[in-house]
């Protein structure tokens, strides 16, 4: 049997994925809801990059912040990364906001016979409840939950500590430099897979909702599809990485292909982590750099997210006759903003946030219930600017600290 899978193994894993894409659609296409059936394989995909991330992003992040070299440098590191993802993502809900207005992606929905259940509402936590959420009582408890923020705040503790420490901890960091190897290693191991989960994926995706779900929210797919890939192209691929950190926007976009096609299909930023380390690696990113922005970016870096939010607030106030006011406008794009930084990089989590953001300007909590049918389909747009922004941010923060390889 060996010579049959030999020309299959040979082919690249972007190749490989896009094969397993386009069967899934086609499979989807074809079986209708009977492709249900292949949903497990998609399920055991995921199953399998979920179960290493949240030992994987403590590890790397770990030895990031103790190789960093010196406390100066990894504030200096953090400060700019934060102060990048909180520019990109206010630019891109600008983007949402404005495409969502022109072309009016409300008008004309027909909401008498659509259910709106309303959602399980919870208050928007304040500032402080957040930053107090953040530090975990039980840090074996937030590995066990992938709670990753928490996960991010005690790794880079600890890996400050062993900074401080040398020659004393060596033997734990030692630990760690392993743990790092072997996640990576069963990550390898797990993306062999991938081709396989995507086939299921689409397969199950299309098979249950065909073409048909489109058509009732043309605009607002439409809209969500236009600022992806407006965003993608403009801002990640030109103004940050190819005039900010001076990398061709071609090379930039040829190297981060296959975990573009795998968060679009998968619809997880944290899921493909593995997969981005390895595209900005390629782009040029130095190890260290690549290592802490990329898993801080997968929960604290949300561009699709933000323009998910905007597009989602614009319909919601078209379809229910609300004019929303400037300032209105203005208080969605600051809640969006904050909102979108510790979004959870997991499939559905935009509408949770959106609940949020809803709230902010006081807009009927039906639309989620509205959006929720097509929640997937706009899901997997927002997932390409989400991951791409991590990278691109990698690119920058490289280029600023002189590590960057070309």
Sequence with gaps: MGFIFKPWNRLSLFTRIMIGFVLGIVLGLVLGPRAEVLKPLGTILTNLLTMVVAPLVFTLLVCAAADVGDGKRLGRIGIKTVIIFLVSTALAIVLGLVVSNMMNIGAGV???????????????????????NIIPVNIFASLAKQNLLQIIFFALIMGFALLKLGDKGKALLDCCRAGQEVMKEITNMALEFT????????????????TAILIPYIKTIGAMYLCAVVYLLVVQAVLMVGVCGRVSPVKFLKNMKEAITFVFATCSSVATIPLNLACVKKVGVDEETANFVIPFGAVMNMNGTAIYEAVAVVFTAQIFGVDLTFTQQVMIMLTATLASIGTAGIPGSGLVMLTIVLSSVNLP????GLLAGIDRILNMARCVPNIVGDAATAVIVAQSEGTLKR
Excluded: F, R
Aim: proline share 9%; glycine share 12%; hydrophobic share 45%.
């Design 110 to 132: 027909e909401l008498s016979n659509v259910a709106a259940p309303q959602p399980k509402g919870q208050a928007p936590a304040s500032m402080l409840d957040t930053v107090i």
């Design 195 to 210: 081709p396989y989960g995507v086939l299921g994926l689409m397969a199950s995706v299309v098979g249950k909702n065909g």
């Design 365 to 368: 909590m039906e639309a989620i």
